[in-house]
C-alpha cells in the first residue's frame, strides 16, 4: 500500500508527527495547513512531500485524504468548504478525519462524501504527542467496515490500538468518553499531588507508589514530569481539552446522561482559559487546586 498516495492536512502538535510517520513509512505525501510555516518545516524534513495550496487540490492529487485539525468548524470548512476537499473528491476515494468533533459534524462530511461516491470515516485519537510521535496512538473510528478494512493499513503506521466502534459519528463519541476519563484524572491526580505535598509526602515517592496499585494510570506516567516540574510546554493545549469537554457536555445533555464531574473540570478549565492559560498542557489543571489549596507541590 506505500503506493498510496496520501494528503495530509493539518501540521500541528499531533497531525505532524502522525504524517511523519506515514512519510517514514514510504507514503508520497501531499500536505496543506493554514501556516505556511508549518508545511515549509515538514518539506524539509521530508524529501518526498509536496505542498498543495488547497484542501481541495490535496483531494485531487491523491487517493487518501487525512485531515486532523483543530474544532468542528475547521473541519467543515475544510472538508464542506468552496474549496474543500469534497469539491476535489471522487468516487472511491477514502477521506479520514482524525480531529476530536462533534459527532454530528462527522456525521455531515460523512454524508457529503457519499454523495460524491466517497467514504468517509471519524477516526479520532487518544496518547497525546507522546503517541503521535511514536506511533502509538489508539485510534477510535466510525464508519463503513468496508471503509475502515481499507484504512488500518495507514491506521497501524499511526496508532496500536485500533477500534472500529460503529456507523458515522461512532468514532467521535468514544472520544468524547475519552476526554472525560483523562480529563477528570488530570484533575484527580492533581488533587492527590497537592494533597500529598501539603502533608509532607514526596509527591514524586507517591506517584511511584501509586503507580504500582489500582490508581494507576497513563496521566501519572505520561505527565508526571510536568506535574513535578511544573513544565506545562503543550504536549495537548488545554483550550483544546476544554472545547471537547464542551462537546462531551452537549453530547450528554442531548442523551440525558448526568456527567457533574465532567461539568466541574470543565469549569476549572474554563478558568484558566479565561485567564490566558488556554495554550499551556492540560496538566496545567494542577495550578487551579495549588492555588486553591495556598501550596505549590
Known amino acids: 500500500m506505500p503506493d498510496t498516495s496520501i494528503g495530509f492536512i493539518g501540521l500541528g502538535i499531533m497531525g505532524a508527527p502522525m504524517a511523519a510517520n506515514l512519510a517514514r513509512a514510504g507514503y508520497p505525501l501531499v500536505v496543506h495547513n493554514r501556516s505556511r510555516s508549518k508545511v515549509e518545516r515538514f518539506l524539509a524534513e521530508h524529501e518526498r512531500a509536496e505542498a498543495a495550496a488547497t484542501p481541495n487540490e490535496v483531494a485531487e492529487r491523491t487517493d487518501v485524504v487525512i485531515t486532523m485539525l483543530p474544532d468542528s468548524p475547521d473541519v467543515e470548512q475544510v472538508y464542506l468548504g468552496d474549496d474543500g476537499v469534497i469539491v476535489g473528491a471522487r468516487a472511491r476515494q477514502l477521506l479520514i478525519d482524525m480531529s476530536s468533533i462533534a459527532p454530528a459534524v462527522a456525521r455531515a462530511v460523512f454524508k457529503a462524501a457519499s454523495e460524491v461516491g466517497a467514504a468517509a470515516l471519524d477516526a479520532p485519537v487518544s496518547g497525546g504527542d507522546v503517541g503521535a510521535r511514536e506511533g ?47 480529563a477528570v ?15 509532607g509526602v514526596d509527591p514524586d515517592r507517591l506517584i511511584e507508589v501509586l503507580s504500582g496499585g489500582l490508581a494507576g494510570n497513563r496521566v501519572m506516567a ?29 453530547t450528554a445533555r442531548e442523551l440525558g446522561v448526568y456527567v457533574p464531574a465532567t461539568a466541574i473540570v470543565d469549569q476549572m478549565l474554563a478558568a484558566l ?10 496538566s496545567a489543571l494542577l495550578t487551579v487546586i495549588e492555588e486553591q489549596s495556598s501550596h505549590r507541590i
Open 136 to 182: 502509538t496512538l489508539s485510534i477510535m473510528v466510525g464508519g463503513p467496515s468496508d471503509a475502515f478494512d481499507r484504512a488500518r493499513p495507514l491506521l497501524e503506521v499511526m496508532g496500536k490500538t485500533i477500534v472500529r466502534l460503529g456507523e458515522a459519528g461512532a468514532g467521535q463519541t468514544a472520544k468524547a468518553c475519552n476526554q472525560i476519563l483523562v
Open 185 to 199: 484524572t488530570i484533575e484527580a491526580v492533581s488533587e492527590a499531588l497537592v494533597l500529598a505535598s501539603k502533608a
Open 222 to 250: 505520561v505527565r508526571r514530569r510536568n506535574f513535578l516540574e511544573h513544565d506545562f510546554t503543550p504536549g495537548f493545549k488545554l483550550e483544546l481539552h476544554h472545547k471537547d469537554l464542551g462537546i462531551a457536555l452537549r
Open 273 to 282: 482559559e479565561a485567564g490566558g492559560d488556554g495554550g499551556l498542557d492540560h
